[in-house]
């Protein structure tokens, strides 16, 4: 790697051997401490990991907690039916991630006979997990030298070095890797708090938009810091325009019961429990329309949902005793809300939740 960088002063030429040692000075000190992850148990690092693919902390703690309380091991977690998983997940968003949880909680049971693998190229072949996921889950739980480029160590590094070009870009993401790999320490025994270390770094000092520059602890080193551009990069492509989608559910109200459909496990809350779309056939039953009531708009990853809910009602002798069936289920919202509903739909059943 250059000693000098293209514009700002140059490096020490000690300084990549100090980095590491920098970071975790800095993290003993700032960094965040004892999180409920904090441990060297593949299983709890691996499901933290998952849970904070695009999630911040402070939202995963309480579903993480309530996961390893219900599934203490990956036995467990792989033993358990995939509607749990979901409904344990519901609220947490990116549903294919409790999906791929699953099927990985399977396959490790099945494929590795409780024998963790070392080796995060071993790692990524499981569903949802990614080189960057895979790295951190074998640096944390067994001290293995292998480089994370998470969003917050993307951000880090584009700012150490300057990197103009707008991003998502394929160059700038395998230079970013390159550098990701040359800073690592060499002692395997430091990978652990080096790790955290840099994901800290991202997420309490070199913030989104005004990095708190002066308590960076590499800031003498940063390129943009020199330049007084911090908060202007990472530079993005410019996003189309975000999609609307607009539904139209149906609430066929049978007394104090909804019919409730599973939803296909490809597309928009997959695998979870919802009213059907006004488009699916309705349960038997004389129907009639009784209301429509528009929701708050819901934002997904790259799509906005416009709601709306109809509720139909029938006479209770007309509507076959609510027999429930493998096309959908009679119950209540308070029954339906134990399942795990998409979060719009449980803000909904929450304002028809009878005993």
Known sequence: MAKKREKGKSFPPQWQALWAERLIAWHRVAGRRNLPWHTRDPYRIWLSEVMLQQTQVPTVIPYYERFVAT???VEALAAAPLEAVLAAWSGLGYYARARNLHRAAQQIVRAWG???PHDPDVWAQLPGVGRSTAAAICAFAFGTRAAILDGNVERVLVRLFGIATPLPDTAVKRQL???AEALLPESPTAMPEYTQAQMDLGALVCTRGIPNCAYCPVAQWCTAYAVGNAAALPQRKARAPVPEIDWTL???RCGTRYWWVPRPNQGIWGGLWALPHADEPPPPGSW???????LPAHRL?????RITIEEWTTPAHLCYDCQSSTQGRWATAREALAWGLPRPLAAWAETRAVS
């Open 71 to 73: 599934w203490p091991t």
């Open 114 to 116: 409780g024998a963790w």
């Open 177 to 179: 890797w390159q550098i």
């Open 250 to 252: 149906r609430a066929y």
């Open 288 to 294: 009639q329309r009784a209301s429509s009531e528009a």
């Open 301 to 305: 990853t790259h799509r906005r949902l």
